[in-house]
């Protein structure tokens, strides 16, 4: 099958596709030896391997999947693949699972009872596509009759490339909402993101060198078990915790994971306190004179003056590559004393002492940090205090450091946008309205996302009421906190849900217009943030598609088709999926990719495109770029300003000038005095609630993005370290147990503000006597009959308070009393 | 004939259970049936608790009890030195499962931890447990060997992936899942552990990298007072974390009483 | 030859145009219908569901059922050691129960094969793979082989009795061999457990000696029941109310006692041990099984039959006999579950293994009774158990 027997019919291609497969077609098949040879044994079938990229986390693993007799049979990592090397995580092989999920979808359908309810029976009916795409125009098209196009809206979660969920922005554009790409994000880490930026100037998570570092200090990143990308987070491990000299570990967490089991040092700390431990740190590191000259600068006279409670006269110390340390240092660090933080940590002054030595001697180093730290309301200022760490010891674009994730030189799409803009479009984007999630509006300057806030402001009517709301790869009504709100407010909104599954949202739904699972998609993925240089996997369809489903980028340009006015002309001309990514391809023929992926076919075949190396490298206070066989070209300070610390001084700001923008928004919310807004600093963080121990909801390598909530084989393996198989425990105490009369194995009812839940203890004696701990899994109500009714969700309980600069959820904040049930 | 071996390195094993998943998939286990189980091992109190695992595969011993109490001769030491059982022998007395030290045989007449029942829910024609849609190609079961979807009231267990190894060309050292070559004939645990934490290989050949890995890293057995011989080995190196018991015997002074 | 001829013929083996009646009839009649509601429960659980019908797993591989099956095969043993004891050791007071022990040994056997057939997985597959495996360093395989020897010489040995032949060569040797088989067949049922190094709580070099005393005891005690039930007037043979009221029950007193003894060694050993596994004898403390064991089964039995006088009564022997039974059922229990309590290999949050038998399981009780005692009943009305050695012989 060669590329002209690609026809523009989606259909006609998947059939195509089952039939020989594409992979089969462009050559990488592998036929398993044959078996005994013995008479009577069935004729051979022959086993082909498609190329995919796994969908159970972000990390974008590409995967060898297995297919014999139009049968995924096995799905193992591509073994010419930078980030799965052949590798996976125990969730990746769950993948043949979900595409043969028992309960998923079997196609369009609507719902007949139109009442709403947990307990209500939607009374789906199947329809037609065409009666599905049809009923989704009709309300688009009268919306935008009314010139109500902002109340619709698109909830988007883990949908990747320019062929799926990029495809959102355009649809936003055409149709003429604000709201068309709204997405999940301030319940994932946009708090590490934030903070990263305020200091650096990237907005976006880290490109990591882990086998090159020698030391790894993580605040509260499940690194061996949700960190992402796990897969290659692990191949790192492998290789760092043998290779010479070992890499030392240190684990800041709250309670003991397999993370901080496996590290060197694990420090059991206060939830929400790690910031004050990272200031401590840089404290030691400041006062022995540990930091990274080169990079960080020095006194004139080469003696440090860094002495406890002593300020300093800022010009004193010539700064390289950082802003603002004396003053940093006169305003925050100077008080910040091992001592000082073990009062706030409850971690012992002399074990912050060790940790900071460690640190702070060993080359190269870096500190990493994700939700443990950030899920707090003082989120920036934890996350701001701990990257301060990777200026002082100068890991920043270093080898063994942390760098950012570069782009992928797509190939432009052929179909302007702007040229079908009409004039509802135009009107619409003229009223200038907000969107529905209050970001960028006086409330969250900052804010990415705020998914957590719709149904609250979508039910208070301000800046409006939603009319038509779609979902795709998101279930709010489960993972967002004090979730039961969505029940409420999806009453009077006319709810589209694309999951292949019947979720909880879905059971809310009016209509579901069921999406492809990942085995049966054809898609680009570009890469999750990885080690830095560009690479793009792709999707190739194992198996013509087990129901009948549409993929998500090919339901939406089918909607855009029924739109009145130039939208649908648009629309007409993208075509399908398949035209955009034969468009993305077209980039690679000037940019071949390392493994000579340069055209569609290709791409197909290899199943992703990637170029090494990354582009830029610090060495020793200097920076470089690639000159085609080394880091040889040197980038002046505009160079760098424009590439690497795009801050306004161009350097690694250890006084934000981005954050103290908005020292006013600051000071009302947080209240830090306007002059030190901008620092990396101690804000102790505002917990949720009357109760008396923490309630943390952490997630294991089973279920890391909760893909795994209705495989039963997933739950039969649920473990470390409360997951004791098919059931979540909860962690506790024997001592906090003790004073609440509860025995091994009770049924509690755990508590907080906004309800209550029941879980069954394993009493912990490893866990913090203060923290409870369920990890985050179970609980749903609806999701398939081995999801459905196992345990309770967390969610229901933890109430809604986020970080006001970033706006990500404060989780892991919440305070709960335990009672036996 | 190679003797395969297996090495697991505890210094490198994240406890992340893609072993067990991989096994269960690529074999056609039911959910809680894990020839490949990953232990998990906690004590001590906060803040000094300890918690360790330990990946648990068959071990494939030299010498295997479970072998030689089978009174038909369905357990067996293949040629390649696995242990198999052959499912058309099996009579399901379970003696085996009495006998093997290491508690790694399974029998899938037993009331499914996992409701509901996957077997109602994926139901088999005729003599087999089940019928899973993403089932081993027909061609590849072979159920002399105890590969693939099983029949009922019988015996299974870890048989270092037979259909894989069964096929690799003689006079292989090592089957290395990193060389596109042998990565095929791998088992499948050691196929996909990420941090590299497995290695197979000839025991029988000086010269293989598994032995080499036993001599440098000082590979240690299970229970080796069991007299059984695995030939599954693991290196400890800084990180003993061999279980010090096999099962769950907790301190006199249990801070949990 | 005519049907009547025929009929005829059979009446000299067996007494069908006798009619049933009293105890015999009262058995028949109970065994009947508690059998067929006990079958017919456990049979439609398994072809439902399969062997998940019973609360065994892949931790607790062997329970109830194995349990069942170790009190029909050892009670089988040494009912057929008791009947040998004339010609082995010219024991010739057990003349009057010799016949009907090898009756109820017969039985025991037949019943505890059909428990194993509901157990195993494949009973019909062992009949071929098992015999031909010559699986010589498997006990399972040579208990299999004594087991079946045992089955052919106790059939032989009992139709040898039934037509009057008692003092043939033939007869002495069936006996000996007989006897012979009945003390390996245990003892290597005893191996089975006693040889498995893995599971210390069974680990023992008596375990064979452990396994043939107490069969020997349950034997004594199914003889001491049966016979209790018999009717007892002034015409019973002398020899025979002797038997029935000094020997059996002072018997009974004496493997009380030896049982008692090595249960105490047992028990003592196993608490004392720290070596893993062992553990499983101190959460045997907490089994309700162990205690119905030692207090149901041997401390009153064991007071019951203290006096002399308090023994001869057959109420007294019929209670005890039934509580020791009990008892000694529950003692197989507790022994198989206390090799298996201690997990192998499944990690701190698999805890010990709990077991407690499914309703099916515990049907099999009312199954395997009642068929035992529909049996027993037939062959009383049938088979003349009560025959002994012609006294005219003048040897009694």
């Known amino acids: ?821 | ?257 | 030859m005519t049907s009547a001829t025929y009929s005829d013929a059979l009446a000299r083996y067996a007494d069908f145009r006798k009619t049933p009646a009293g105890m015999d009839l009262a058995l028949m009649v109970v065994g009947a219908l508690t059998g067929a509601v006990g079958l017919a429960y456990v049979f439609y659980n398994l072809m439902e569901q399969g062997h998940a019908a019973f609360n065994t797993s892949s931790d607790m591989a062997w329970g109830a059922p194995i349990a069942f099956y170790l009190f029909f095969l050892l009670t089988s043993s040494g009912l057929s050691i008791v009947a040998s004891l004339d010609s082995v050791f010219g024991l010739h007071v057990f003349y009057p129960v010799a016949k009907r022990a090898v009756f109820l040994s017969l039985i025991c056997l037949i019943a505890g094969f059909s428990i194993l057939a509901l157990e195993i997985g494949r009973p019909f597959r062992m009949l071929w793979s098992l015999p031909f495996s010559f699986q010589v360093r498997s006990p399972m395989w040579w208990m299999g082989v004594l087991y079946s020897i045992d089955l052919v010489l106790l059939f032989v040995k009992f139709y040898l009795i039934h037509v009057g032949d008692w003092h043939s060569r033939l007869s002495h040797f069936v006996a000996k061999l007989s006897f012979v088989v009945c003390i390996l067949a245990p003892g290597t049922l005893g191996l089975v457990f006693g040889m498995m190094a893995m599971r210390p709580a069974w680990y023992s070099n008596i375990m064979p000696m452990y396994f043939i005393l107490t069969g020997f005891a349950t034997a004594v005690s199914f003889l001491l029941f049966f016979t209790s039930l018999l009717p007892r007037d002034k015409t019973t043979a002398p020899n025979v109310d002797h038997l029935y009221h000094e020997i059996l029950p002072r018997l009974f007193f004496v493997v009380l006692l030896a049982v008692m003894g090595m249960r105490a060694g047992q028990v003592i050993t196993g608490l004392w041990s720290n070596y893993e596994g062992m553990e499983a004898n101190w959460l045997e403390l907490s089994s309700p099984f162990f205690w119905i064991e030692i207090i149901a089964g041997l401390l009153i039995p064991t007071a019951l039959m203290v006096s002399d006088r308090i023994r001869r009564a057959p109420m007294i022997q019929f209670v005890a006999a039934s509580l020791f039974n009990i008892g000694i059922f529950c003692a197989r229990l507790e022994f198989l579950i206390i090799g298996q309590k201690v997990p192998l290999f499944k990690g701190y949050w698999a805890g010990y293994v709990e077991y407690w038998p499914s309703m099916t399981e515990w049907m099999l009780i009312p199954a395997g009774c009642g068929v035992f005692l529909l049996l027993y009943g037939a062959g009383n009305w049938l088979l003349r158990l009560s025959e002994t050695e012609f006294v005219e012989n003048g040897r009694s």
């Open chain 1, 1 to 821: 099958m060669g590329e002209n027997e690609f026809t523009t019919n989606r259909r006609k291609f998947l059939q195509a596709t089952a039939v020989t497969g594409v992979a089969g077609a462009v050559g990488n098949v592998l036929t398993e030896p044959p078996q005994a040879e013995a008479a009577g044994t069935p004729a051979k079938s022959e086993t082909k391997i498609v190329k995919n990229v796994c969908h159970q986390c972000p990390a974008r693993c590409g995967i060898d999947v297995y297919v014999t007799d139009g049968k995924v049979h096995a799905i193992y990592g591509t073994l010419d693949h930078p980030i799965s090397n052949g590798k996976l995580c125990p969730k990746g092989h769950f993948g043949t699972y979900i595409l043969y999920d028992p309960d998923r979808f079997p196609g369009p359908m609507k719902r007949t009872n139109p009442k709403k309810g947990r307990n209500e029976d939607p009374k789906f009916v199947r329809i037609s596509w065409d009666e599905a795409l049809t009923t989704i125009a009709a309300r688009l098209n009268a919306l935008r009759e009314k010139g109500e196009q902002h109340r619709f809206a698109l909830l988007t979660g883990r949908g990747w490339g320019n062929s799926d969920a990029g495809l959102t922005d355009n649809f936003g554009k055409l149709f003429g909402t604000p709201n068309a790409t709204l997405g999940h994000s301030s319940m994932c880490s946009d708090a590490s993101k934030r903070a990263k930026q305020l200091m650096d100037g990237n907005y976006a998570y880290n490109s990591y060198d882990y086998r090159n570092t020698n030391y790894l200090l993580n605040f509260g990143a499940a690194f061996l078990e949700a960190y992402r990308p796990l897969n290659a987070n692990m191949q790192a491990w492998g290789y760092m915790r043998t290779k010479a000299p070992r890499t030392k570990v240190t684990v800041v967490d709250i309670r003991v994971t397999t993370t901080g089991a496996a590290a060197d040092h694990l420090l059991l700390v206060k939830p929400g306190t790690d910031g004050a431990l990272a200031l401590a740190i840089a404290h030691v590191i400041l006062t022995e004179g540990l930091w990274d000259k080169k990079f960080v600068g020095d006194f004139g006279e080469g003696k440090n003056l860094f002495k406890a409670g002593a300020t300093l006269d800022p010009s004193t110390f010539t700064e390289r590559w950082t802003k603002g340390l004396i003053e940093w240092w006169n305003a925050e660090v100077k008080d910040r004393t091992p001592e000082w933080a073990a009062g706030i940590t409850t971690i012992p002054a002399a074990d912050i002492v060790k940790v900071a030595h460690e640190f702070g001697t060993t080359r190269p180093a870096m500190a990493i940090f994700e939700r443990g730290p950030t899920t707090h309301t003082n989120a920036i200022y934890n996350g701001m205090s701990i990257h301060a760490l990777n200026a002082l010891v100068g890991s920043m674009y270093a080898v063994g450091g942390l760098a950012n994730q570069m782009g992928v030189p797509y190939g432009a799409l052929p179909w302007k946008v702007d040229d079908y803009i009409d004039e509802a479009a135009k009107a619409a984007s003229a009223r200038k309205l907000p969107r529905i999630d209050r970001v960028k509006t006086s409330e969250g300057p900052l804010w990415s996302n705020m998914i957590q806030g719709i149904p609250d402001f979508h039910m208070e009517g301000k800046p409006y009421k939603l009319d038509t709301l779609m979902f795709y790869l998101t279930n709010p009504m489960f993972s967002t906190p004090d979730c039961t709100r969505w029940e409420r407010a999806l009453q009077d909104i006319f709810v589209i849900e694309t999951s292949p599954f019947p979720g909880e949202t879905a059971m809310f739904a009016d209509l579901i217009v069921p999406d492809h699972t990942y085995l049966e998609r054809l898609q680009d993925t570009p890469t999750y943030p990885f080690q830095g240089f560009p690479l793009a996997g792709l999707r190739v369809p194992a198996v013509k598609p087990v129901h009948e489903t549409k993929v998500f980028g090919d339901t939406l340009i089918e909607i855009g088709k029924r739109i009145n006015g130039k939208m649908g002309e648009y629309y007409r001309q993208v075509g399908n999926v398949e035209n955009v990514i034969r468009a993305l391809a077209k980039g690679f023929e000037k940019n071949p990719g390392d493994n000579g992926v340069n055209s569609f076919d290709t791409w197909v075949e290899k199943g992703v495109w990637y170029r090494k190396p990354y582009s830029w490298r610090q060495i020793n206070g200097e920076f470089f770029e690639w000159d085609g066989s080394d880091y040889r070209k040197p980038m002046t300070p505009e160079d760098v300003k424009k590439k690497l610390f795009m801050t306004e001084s161009g350097k690694f700001e250890l006084r934000s000038s981005y954050l103290e923008r908005y020292a006013d928004f600051v000071n009302a919310k947080l209240g830090v005095p306007k002059d030190r807004v901008g620092f990396p600093q101690w804000l102790p963080p505002n917990y949720s609630g009357k109760g008396d121990l923490f309630l943390v909801t952490p997630k294991t390598p089973i279920h890391a993005e909760g893909r795994s909530a209705n495989i039963p084989q997933a739950i039969s393996i649920y473990q470390p370290v409360s997951g004791g198989r098919n059931e979540m425990f909860l962690e506790m105490h024997p001592k906090a147990a003790k004073a609440r009369h509860i025995k091994n194995g009770d049924l509690v009812r755990i508590k907080s503000d906004i309800g209550s839940i029941t879980a069954r203890v394993h009493l912990t004696p490893a866990a913090r006597p203060d923290t409870i701990v369920l990890p985050f899994g179970f609980g749903h109500w609806a999701q398939g009959r081995w999801a459905k009714n196992r345990g309770e969700n967390a969610s229901a309980i933890i109430p809604n308070v986020s970080d006001p600069i970033s706006g990500l959820t404060s989780n892991y904040s919440t305070l709960v009393t335990v009672e036996k049930a």
């Open chain 2, 1 to 257: 004939m190679p003797r395969w071996g297996m090495v697991i390195d505890l210094e490198k094993c994240t406890g992340c259970q893609a072993c067990t998943a991989a096994c269960q998939m690529e074999n056609c286990r039911l959910p809680g049936e894990m020839w490949q189980d990953v232990l998990f091992y906690s004590e001590g109190e906060y803040p000094s608790g300890k918690l360790t695992w330990l990946p648990r595969p068959c071990m494939h011993c030299e010498n295997p009890s479970c072998v030689a109490v089978c009174p038909t001769g369905a357990a067996y030491k293949a040629e390649n030195g696995a242990v198999l059982i052959d499912w058309e022998r099996c009579i399901g007395c379970k003696y085996c499962m009495i006998a093997c030290p290491y508690g790694v045989r399974f029998y899938a007449e037993e009331k499914q931890k996992t409701q509901p029942d996957i077997r109602d829910v994926f139901p088999a024609k005729g003599d087999k447990v089940w019928d899973p849609p993403y089932k081993m190609p027909e061609q590849v079961q072979d159920p002399k060997h105890g590969v693939g979807v099983q029949p009922k009231n019988v015996v299974s267990k870890c048989t270092f992936c037979y259909h894989r190894t069964s096929k690799a060309p003689t006079g292989l050292k090592d089957l290395d899942p990193n060389d596109p070559a042998t990565r095929k004939f791998t088992p499948a645990c050691v196929v996909t552990c990420a941090p590299g934490a497995r290695y197979f290989g000839d025991l029988d050949n000086p010269e293989s990298n598994v032995r080499k890995l036993i001599a440098e890293k000082r590979g240690t057995r299970l229970l080796d007072q069991t007299g059984n011989r695995p030939q599954v080995y693991y290196l400890a190196g800084e990180a003993p974390v061999i279980p010090e018991t096999r099962s769950v015997r907790k301190p006199k002074q249990s801070p949990e009483t």
